[in-house]
């Protein structure tokens, strides 16, 4: 079945420091990757979605200069939280659709960001 | 714009017993689809289901069964005989069936099973 992981699974980091979170897909490609967030004990909310080699598209209220998405090959997707700061701590999650089962969309196990 | 509804903030039931999960979607779209995912502690994502606005068959998987009724926008789900390895998070999602198919998720469920 397809695969995809996040990497890494959990991170601490310390106010103001930058930090990136990568989504691969291990055994299909994805043109599309979409980042979700969710904070604890609510739903998840889409962050952006990432076309490969094309500027991601954000949702209204997410700043695209603080929350940088890569999306450089058919399988692999990068979120770098910039300057990061206590609020946004969350769980974030990325989706990655396959090209073959268009409307298949597969998720990653999530990465858990603690801001100090 | 989508949305999607789940008024059950939590639900507390003993073993064995069946348990239904609503939810209720808002959609402009003709074709458009229908997920219920499950989130244990974990934290990762379960698929359990996709339905396709053109199908309004009923499904059952095991102890699972779903219950897509368009005339309502309600796409709500039965567990049968709940066991305590239910309990987690369901969430209902919808998205459309071209375009970008981004995700809309209710509020989520929160399901516990008690022994």
């Known amino acids: 079945g397809a695969v995809v992981s996040q990497h890494p699974s959990w991170v601490i980091c310390k106010s103001g420091t930058s930090v990136k979170i990568e989504c691969r897909s291990l055994?299909?490609?994805?043109?599309?990757m979409f980042w979700y967030r969710q904070f604890p004990k609510q739903s998840l909310m889409l962050m952006a979605t990432s076309n490969e080699g094309s500027k991601a598209t954000y949702e209204q209220g997410v700043e695209k200069d603080k929350f940088l998405i890569n999306h450089a090959s058919l399988t692999l997707s990068t979120l770098t939280v910039t300057s990061a700061h206590p609020e946004d701590s969350s769980f974030y999650i990325c989706?990655?659709?396959?090209?073959?089962?268009?409307?298949?969309?597969?998720f990653g196990p999530g990465t858990r960001l603690t801001v100090l | 714009a989508q949305k999607v509804t789940q008024a059950q903030t939590e639900i507390s039931v003993v073993e064995k017993e069946d348990v239904t999960l609503d939810c209720v979607y808002e959609?402009?779209?003709?074709?458009?689809?229908l997920f219920w995912y499950k989130q244990p502690p974990s934290g990762e994502l379960v698929f359990l289901i996709r339905r396709n606005s053109f199908d309004e068959q009923n499904e059952i998987s095991g102890r699972y069964s779903w219950n897509f009724q368009k005339s309502t926008s309600s796409f709500n789900f039965t567990i049968t005989a709940s066991q305590v390895v239910d309990s987690a998070v369901y969430f209902c999602a919808l998205s459309e069936a071209v375009g970008a198919q981004k995700l809309v998720f209710g509020q989520g469920t929160r399901l516990t099973i008690n022994p």
């Open positions: 989706s990655a659709r396959d090209t073959l089962f268009y409307n298949e969309q597969f």
């Open positions: 959609t402009r779209d003709t074709t458009y689809y």
């Open positions: 055994d299909f490609q994805a043109t599309t």
